[in-house]
Structures are given as C-alpha cells and as structure tokens.
C-alpha cells in the first residue's frame, strides 16, 4: 500500500532543494535550510515549531556545548612554488567546493600568508612547524588529536587529504564535520585555538607528497572565515494522535550532501504526509500515538530539544526511529538498522522486525542487514536510560563513501528511495497506531528474531556460560515485554516466554581480576545525558573515553546503571552485546573511565 501510493518524485525534488541549500556549510546556509524545512511544513498543513539556541561555543546541552557560529565566503590553496609542476597551482577553493575550506577556518590578512608545506611524518621526526601548514598523511583523519599536535607544534593549519573511497572516487574531497583543538567534542567551541585546514583530493594529495620528497613546497593560504557568536535552529512538528504519548522520528539538518542527510529529512516528512492522507481517505484508522519530527543537527541539536522538551523524556516518549545517509548509488544494500540495545528495551525493536518481514516479502531480492551487535552512537544516544527515548537507527551505505563529495544531487538512488521509505513509513504507521488488539500481530515475528539473535550471539562459542545465556535470553525477552507499556495482555508474556537458547552452559565466565575489583563497584547516573563533550573537566584534564562512549560498550555500560547492579555484571553484558572480547585490559579501562567520571561529578560510585 505505501510502496504503490507513495510520492517519490516529490521526496526527490524536495530532498535536492534542501540539499542545494545546504552545500555551502555556513550557518547562514544553516539558518536557511532550518527555515525551508519550516517553511515546507508549514506549507504542508504541519503544526511546526522553529526552535533557536545559542551558537556561542559556551552552552551545554546534556555535556554537549553548542558550536561557535562560523562564517566564510573565501578560502583559496594555491601552491606558488613546488619541484613538481602543478598544471591548476589553485589546489583548493571554497567558492568552487565549499567542503574544500575546513569549517570554522580562520581569515588570514588581506592578500593571505605565504607559507612552507611540511609533511606530517617530518613533523613529528622534529621539523620546524612554525608558520608552517602541515600536510596530513592520507590516512590521518584530521581530528583532535593531529590538529591539537600540529598547533603545539606552531603550525598555522593543515591540508588534509583523508577520504573513505579515495580508491573508487580519487577526485573527490571529504568533508569534516569534526576538526577541533580539543578530546571529544565534534564542533570548535570557546576554547579551541584558531587553525585553517584545507581538504584536497587524494590525487592532490598524492602530489604534495611526491614534491615534498623532491624538495620544498610554497603554498599561498587565504581565508576570511569567521567564528562568532550567534544562533542555531532546530524544527520539530507535532501531530496529535488520541494520546499524548510521542513516536518520534529524527534526521540530522547542516551536512551537505544529499545522503547524508537531505533526504532523511524529506522522507521523514513525506511518511507523515503520506499517513495523513490515507487515514482522511479512510484508508487506514486514527492514530493512536502523537507523532513528532525532529531535525536539528546531529547530536549536538538533539540535545538541546531534548533538553528544552524536559530532559529526561520516558514518560512522554514511546521511542523514535532515526534515519542517517539514505539510499545511494554505490551500495548494493538498502539499508542497515541498528537496534535498540537491552539497557533500552523497545518495542520498536518488534515492530521493526514485522515491518521487515513484510519488506522482505515484497522485495526478496534486495539486500538487508539487520546488525548483530548493539551500540547508541551519534544517531541513538537519546535512548540512553536518563533521557529515555529508545531508538531504531537506519542507515543505508557503509562507510566507503561516508563524508564524501561523490554524494551530490545526482547520487540519490531513486528507486532504492521509494523502496526503502515503504519501510519507515510502515514502521512509523504501525508504532503509531499500536494498541491491545494488534499487538499478537507483532508477536510472531518478535519471537523468530529474538530466537534468532540469541543463537547467532552464541553461534561462535565453543563453549558458554549459564550468565552469558540468560543475558541474551532476557535482553531479548526485555524488548517483547516493552509492549505492556501499550497494553498488559497476556499474550506478551506468553511471547516472552518463547525466547530460550538451544546452547548448553558448558563453562564458568572466567572471573579475573579485573572482573573480581569490577564486581566490587556499585555506580549511578548523577546527571542527564551521556558525558560526551566533558565540559565539567577542565580543558587539560579531558581524555577520550572507551568507544567515545557512543560507539561501544560503554555506552551500555552507563545507560544500564541503575545504582543496583554491580559494574561487573553490566561490563559483560555490555561486551557481549557489542560483541568485544572481554579482556583484563578492557576491563580495567571501564573501571578507570568510571572512576574519572565520578571525579568530575557524572557518576555517583555508592
């Protein structure tokens, strides 16, 4: 039904006038892609809201701290003497490839700075640095740590030619969402130190280091970016169903490609549309469940609206879906989805698998992966336990093209698009409208999948404990149950009580002693909001934490603090989610991390 009545060619076109917008970087592309989706709402019959925070560099949404505003209408690379003739000198160009100029890029002086190229590894073999612009390996991505480097070093910048599918797309340029001067945060705030960095093509890239090898290199550096303070936008949409209670679905504005993530935001948009107008034809009932979109940028954003809707959210939120990089060509697959993990039981967990089964009937010879292992990451962490909104995270390519500029308007794979937004929209309808009665529905599916995850988990063990059996069992067993929050049916129960393993416990978990200190821990949450940007540490007491907490078990390990449970029993059960191998050296880790959060206050060791 969504596949036949379902308007791609508007989610094409509306997707290519955001993404349009959204190329050029600036806050002020920014505040305008906030007001066209806005504006498009509006237009559309939406109850929108457009929020405005701080981009100031200093305010903090549940330990992540907004941006400083950055401004720019020239950034120009031009090498100006080299040993290897460069047949266009002008190497990079904001005004030809805005990605081209790193954001929050400083200005040079009228006319720019001449400067020495030095390579990376001759930076760190001690070269002098000093006004120099330092030239990245083409596997250093330029992150903190580099850059924090190359400015103790004295550097004035850097050129970066990093890029994912440099191989298949050696022209194209990678985008960098996340070069600053500090450990953990993703955006320069008020105390990162000025830098201009360039991101030039791996066949660029290869040149600069084949000159640097025959002798020195002269670059010719301009820039009139700007950092200052001022505001960031963030738009949500509520559509009232018979209860207050909120489904959401998010997507990120302000990262200039059309997969990454113009397209989430309209097909998002288009699912609700498209709900409406088949409950007003009579086609499908009421909803049952209010619906909220939300866009804002990635994490940082999402913070803040959680935070501004109350903080924590479990009681007015059911859970949401969040969709990152839609279809593209270069991908075989449609999609990826994350899971919701067990230290954030969802029922949207069951429903999605419903909603693949019927996917996959339909189209049975398209490839879909669901992933075995659990994490939040960026696109998930509001479901951590002290904000409370569980989420499904859909993705659609894998990381060969990730941040790259091969990813224009012409990119969109558009029946894969029309394919996969059956998807959402199923799943968003069926979330919506959950009640008693079509709750068994769900069930049958949600007992295959469970099964199915509780042997594939242990699938590759030769041998297993009694606890890492009945971790997996109840785990799975937590997300069927999450449907009592819908309705307390009997049925639920019955469903739950069908998940069990065929795997016998063979061996003990080895308890070294690691574990052994780790059993001896009891810890809660002391504020809302996984530590992230650690603004509570002081700026030379920051250091990165395991998984940067969103991308492992650690994230597990804080959402499941209860101030109940020992930190040993929620580090294995967070290892054997994400699927690491529990070592001493991991242990230890986690238990070090915990300790250094209860130091600065975000933790409470009891």
């Not at 990678?174 to 008020?190: F, G, K, S």
Request: hydrophobic share 40%.
């Amino acid at each position: 039904m969504f596949y036949e009545t379902a308007d791609t060619d508007w989610i094409v076109r509306e997707s290519k006038k955001l993404n349009t917008i959204e190329e050029g970087q600036t806050f002020k592309e920014y505040e305008e892609s906030a007001r066209y989706v806005y504006d498009l709402l509006k237009s559309e019959g939406f109850d929108a809201e457009l929020l405005t925070f701080p981009a100031d560099g200093k305010t903090v949404y549940q330990d992540k701290r907004t941006p400083l505003a950055w401004s720019a209408t020239r950034g120009k690379l031009t090498v100006i003497s080299s040993p290897i003739e460069f047949e266009n000198p002008v190497i990079a160009d904001f005004e030809k490839m805005p990605i081209s100029l790193v954001k929050h890029s400083v200005s040079t002086p009228e006319g720019g700075i001449k400067a020495r190229l030095v390579s990376e590894d001759a930076m760190k073999t001690g070269a002098d640095c000093k006004d120099a612009m330092i030239l990245l390996n083409p596997t250093t991505r330029a992150r903190s740590p580099i850059i924090t480097e190359l400015l103790d070093r004295g550097a004035i910048g850097y050129v970066s030619s990093h890029l994912p599918g440099a191989k298949d797309t050696p022209d194209c340029i990678e985008w960098q969402n996340a070069a600053t001067d500090d450990t953990m945060h993703w955006h320069v705030q008020c105390e990162d130190r000025d830098f201009i960095g360039f991101s030039v093509s791996p066949r660029i890239g290869r040149k600069l280091h084949d000159a640097l090898k025959c002798g020195s290199v002269e670059v010719l550096v301009e820039s009139d970016g700007k950092r200052y303070e001022d505001e960031i936008h963030a738009v949500s949409a509520l559509i009232p169903g018979k209860r207050k209670e909120e489904i959401w679905m998010i997507a990120h504005l302000y990262e200039p490609f059309i997969a990454d993530n113009s397209a989430s935001v309209i097909m998002e948009i288009a699912a609700v549309k498209h709900i409406q107008k088949l409950i007003a034809e009579g086609v499908l009932p009421e909803l049952e469940y209010s619906i909220r979109l939300v866009f804002a940028m990635e994490l940082y954003g999402y913070a803040a609206i959680a935070e501004y809707l109350g903080g924590n959210l479990s009681d007015k939120v059911i859970g949401g879906m969040n969709i990152d990089v839609p279809p593209i060509e270069k991908t075989d697959k449609d999609f990826t989805i994350h899971l919701s993990p067990f230290s954030s039981p969802f029922l949207g967990n069951c429903i999605l698998h419903y909603a693949l089964d019927n996917y996959i009937k339909t189209f049975p010879k398209t490839e879909t992966i669901v992933s075995r292992t659990y994490f939040y990451c960026d696109d998930a962490f509001l479901g951590d336990s002290t904000v409370g909104v569980p989420i499904v995270w859909a993705e659609h390519q894998a990381d060969d093209y990730h941040h790259n500029s091969i990813q224009s308007n012409d990119f969109l794979d558009e029946e894969k698009t029309h394919r996969v937004y059956t998807l959402y929209a199923l799943w968003l309808y069926r979330m919506a409208t959950c009640r008693a009665e079509y709750i068994p529905e769900y069930l049958e599916s949600a007992i295959k999948f469970a099964n199915e995850r509780v042997e594939t988990a242990l699938s590759n063990e030769g041998s297993v404990s009694t606890e890492k059996i009945s971790h997996f069992i109840e785990a799975e067993r937590s997300h069927i149950l999450d449907f009592k929050r819908i309705a307390d049916i009997p049925e639920i129960d019955v469903a739950a009580s069908k998940v069990s393993s065929v795997k016998e416990p063979t061996v003990p978990v080895e308890d070294f002693p690691a574990l052994q200190k780790a059993a001896k821990i009891i810890a809660r949450r002391a504020v809302t909001g996984f530590p992230h940007d650690l603004i509570r540490v002081p700026k030379s007491e920051r250091k990165f934490l395991p998984d940067t907490v969103l991308y492992g078990p650690f994230g597990l390990i804080l959402s499941a603090m209860d101030g109940k449970t020992d930190l040993r029993t929620l580090i294995l059960r967070s290892m054997w989610e994400c699927g690491k191998p529990v070592t001493e050296e991991a242990v230890d880790g986690y238990i070090d991390a915990i300790k250094y959060l209860s130091k600065y206050g975000y933790i409470e060791i009891i």
